[in-house]
């Protein structure tokens, strides 16, 4: 029965066909459903017809197929494995024939006894096909593999039991029905079984009929009793939902445990085999990775924990190495589709830069100026990451290279997300590389260790429209060495005489396409993108693995580190006493506003109350300025304005102001329902202040923190350290809380934990030496790989829409 689908099946997977042999045709010219669908006649035409082909000498021309039409498509072609019609892609017919769209891809429909309501139940778990039920998860296991006699139970375990059903009757208050009770024995005693809400089991449990029951046994009236316990006839060939490690699986209501246990068994006897290994059998056996449809299996009923731990290792594994081979392919790709212009700043220019400063670099800050500088001297475009805290001085490196593409006659730029950031970065820029505090938006600067003068811009929305016009002119011809704006602007309407490098502040605002949009501007630009958000090294891995990295791991000496304190409830006046006493000295502070994730007008709304009670009530004789999301963009960077310039002391905002402006006169950060938001947040919204020699404080306020809470803002508390923030909130709240909903881009990981460093270097190594052979993984045993990866990206591309 089906025997000769499942022979072929697995002569085409032992890879010892050639794909254009005769045995290899004669399988292909079989419709989708394999042999066992054809009629009788069709099956005696088929096999006259390959006996024919494989019996004639080599190269003796072709041989038409006959006509073959399936009479039966079974439902469920779990047996048939060999798809493809005869018109597939005779490229890579074996690839083709190992991954047929049918079996997998079938609705779960095509399982025993699903209905369309059931489907839908499943539908809501983005359960829909064959494939999506074999990886559908068990959340956990229970271990019901001991089976106990009666006598021999433990009150208070998880234990399984045999035996026989003495009576069973449905159980209830007045007239209506409400559970089941029965009495169940076996040689050595007998006990008590109940299942609520379930009246119609009585009628299923026939007296005398033997079942095996699995729960947890506790005491009633001092018999021993079984609640809701897991059960199922002993014929059961095997024991699905009992008597071993027993998944449970994550549930919608009206869809229950027993159901989705059945159709899960169902589909992996049906259907796993279909699922094509994507590993190749090297890699498998170098790192001990279990077979794809083992792990699938024991995924579901593993035979001990062993089992399931080899089974979770090996898909994790499958998730890792398909992120890293689509990272990689990515930055091999922008590698690949153009060369940089080579910018290279002599070293007695350099060192006469860097001697020039104020101060002295830090260790960490020198070694990421020479991987910048050594890597804008390739004709490889760099795509770098720059990270570091706030504060760590990323600018004096970013400015190395900007110097580096002026002393090769190529141009700069430097793109921050808003007008203030923008300004702010031109001063600086203009002030370290040129000593000039107070430039114009068009500046000629003398370099003097370049031996020429720099010419510089500033082009953002608020520059008057005929400065605008005569720099965008300038950076046409080529008269500009540095443009410093915002994204907007230099993306929109800018063209580049000979863009050579382009920096980019804030990753967070910047996406892929950003990145992609940039690099039509020159031909091909050196990259450099500056986050103060410090990123986990198992997310620098994973998203941003495209990216080379350097990392700005120490501050700058002397920096005084923000104050921060816990403030209890009943402090809160002594908070606000604090803040004024901070203002009457001549600071300003901000105030966040909590969280509110639900909605923007949710947020608005909540943030202007709270403007207009600290207002009226709290600090009548401050100047208070309000902002929030809603406002337009001018109007925030106004606000934003009359703070830097200090005509307000205090900023009421929402959390908008995390990006990193400036303020040096700002002392204090006072968090309200600080509890809410992520470490690395509250770490980032603490940099706003302390950017001066003078003291500043960061409180955190919360009404009534759990306890967990409160351990979390001990964290911060206690540490400056902002990686080990980061990865502590990476651990406690999961990367998509991370980066805010759905913003990580990474697809949906069923399996692999992202703090598991040692896997993930393990897949990153593998991808790299997967596609240093074949780079474009077009070898016909790499097709199935490719295949998940196209699934995979489709999966992530719908999720972030
Ligand atoms: P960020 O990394 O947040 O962009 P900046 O580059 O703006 O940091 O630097 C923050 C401040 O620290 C600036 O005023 C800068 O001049 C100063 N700074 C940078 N590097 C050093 C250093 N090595 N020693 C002392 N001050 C430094
Ligand atoms: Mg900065």
Redesign the pocket.
């Known amino acids: 029965m089906g025997g000769l689908d499942r022979y072929l099946k697995r002569l085409i997977e032992s890879n010892s066909l050639t794909p254009v042999s005769p045995a290899t045709q004669s399988i292909m010219a079989l419709p989708s459903h394999g042999y066992a669908s054809l009629s009788r006649e069709q099956r005696q035409r088929w096999l006259v017809w390959a006996l024919n082909l494989l019996s004639r000498p080599a190269r003796s021309g072709p041989l038409k197929p006959p006509a073959l039409k399936a009479v039966k498509p079974r439902k469920a072609s779990a047996r048939t494995a060999v798809a493809a019609g005869p018109d597939s892609d005779d490229a890579h017919p074996v690839a083709h024939v190992d991954a047929p769209r049918t079996g997998l891809e079938a609705p779960i429909a095509a399982l025993r006894g699903v209905r369309t309501a059931l489907a839908e139940k499943f539908a809501r778990l983005d359960v829909k096909t064959v494939r999506d039920l074999l990886y559908f998860f068990p959340r956990r296991h229970n271990d019901f593999a001991q089976i106990r006699p009666i006598a021999e139970l433990v009150v208070g375990e998880e234990q399984t039991v045999i035996g026989a059903v003495w009576s069973a009757s449905a159980t209830g208050i007045g007239r209506r029905l409400r559970g089941t009770e029965a009495l169940v024995g076996d040689e050595t005693g007998v006990m008590r079984v109940v299942w609520f809400n379930q009246p119609y089991l009585a009628r299923q449990l026939r007296t005398n009929s033997r079942i095996v029951l699995a729960g947890k046994v506790t005491l009633f009236k001092g018999q021993k009793t079984l609640e809701n316990p897991e059960y199922e006839p002993l014929e059961s060939e095997e024991l699905v939902h009992t008597g071993r490690l027993v998944p449970v699986y994550p549930s919608t209501s009206g869809l229950p445990q027993r159901t989705v246990r059945r159709l899960a068994k169902e589909a992996l006897d049906g259907y796993v085999d279909l699922l094509p290994e994507m590993l190749p059998p090297d890699l498998r056996a170098r790192d001990g990775l279990l077979p794809r449809t083992t792990a699938v299996r024991h995924m579901h009923f593993p035979d001990g924990w062993d089992d399931l731990r080899a089974a979770r290792r090996r898909l994790a594994f499958d998730e890792l190495i398909l992120i890293q081979i689509s990272v990689l392919s990515r930055r091999r790709e922008y590698q690949e589709r153009g060369l940089a212009q080579p910018l290279s700043l002599p070293e007695d220019a350099r060192r006469a830069y860097v001697e020039s400063l104020p101060f002295r670099l830090t260790g960490a800050q020198e070694k990421a100026m020479r991987q910048t500088l050594a890597d804008v001297a390739q004709e490889r475009p760099m795509s770098r990451l720059l990270q570091g805290d706030v504060g760590s001085g ?2 004096v490196v970013a400015a190395a290279a900007l110097l580096a593409a002026a002393a090769s006659h190529a141009q700069g730029a430097m793109m921050a997300p808003t007008e203030i950031l923008a300004e702010q970065h031109y001063r600086t820029l203009c002030s370290i590389l040129c000593g000039e505090e107070r430039p114009a938006p068009l500046a000629e600067l003398d370099a003097p260790y370049l031996g020429r003068s720099l010419r510089l811009a500033l082009l953002t929305g608020s520059v008057p429209a005929p400065a605008k016009r005569e720099i965008r002119e300038a950076i046409g011809n080529g008269e500009i060495d540095i443009v410093v704006g915002t994204h907007a602007v230099i993306q929109g309407s800018v063209s580049f005489q000979s863009l050579g490098l382009a920096v980019v ?1 804030e990753q967070h605002r910047f996406g892929v396409m950003q990145r992609a949009a940039l690099r039509e501007k020159g031909r091909n630009p050196h990259l450099l993108v ?1 986050t ?1 958000t410090p990123i986990p090294r198992t997310l620098t891995l994973t998203i941003y693995g495209d990216l080379d990295i350097s990392v700005i791991d120490e501050m700058p000496p002397g920096r005084k580190p923000v104050e921060t304190r816990w403030v209890a409830p009943e402090e809160r006046d002594g908070a606000y006493e604090f803040v004024r006493g901070q203002i009457s000295q001549g600071r300003q502070a901000f105030i966040i506003c909590p969280l509110i994730e639900e909605s923007e007008t949710l947020a608005t709304r909540a943030v202007v109350q709270e403007y207009e009670r600290l207002s009226s009530e709290v600090f009548p004789d401050g100047r208070l300025g309000l902002l929030h999301g809603r406002l337009g963009s001018q109007k925030k960077e106004a606000v934003m304005r009359d703070f830097r310039d200090h005509r307000l002391d205090i900023l009421v905002s929402t959390a908008v102001v995390e990006v ?1 402006v400036d303020i040096p006169n700002a002392t204090v950060m006072l968090v309200e329902g600080a509890d809410r938001f992520g470490l690395a947040q509250l770490h980032q919204l603490r940099g706003r202040v302390g950017r001066s020699d003078i003291q500043s404080y960061c409180l955190l306020l919360s009404d009534s923190p759990s306890a967990e809470a409160r351990e979390r803002l001990q964290l911060v508390e206690k540490t400056q350290d902002g990686f080990a923030l980061a990865e502590a909130d990476l651990r406690l709240r999961g990367p998509g809380e991370f980066f805010g909903t759905r913003q990580s881009g990474l697809p949906d990981l069923k399996v692999a934990q992202l703090s598991d460093v040692p896997l993930i270097e393990l897949a990153r190594a593998e991808a790299s030496r997967l596609l240093e052979g074949d780079p474009d993984l077009v070898r016909p045993e790499h097709a199935p790989l490719k295949e998940e990866m196209a699934r995979l990206w489709e999966r992530v591309t719908a999720e972030t829409h």
Request: without cysteine; aromatic residues 0%; proline residues 0%.
């Open positions: 990323k600018t502040d500056m103060a990193g």
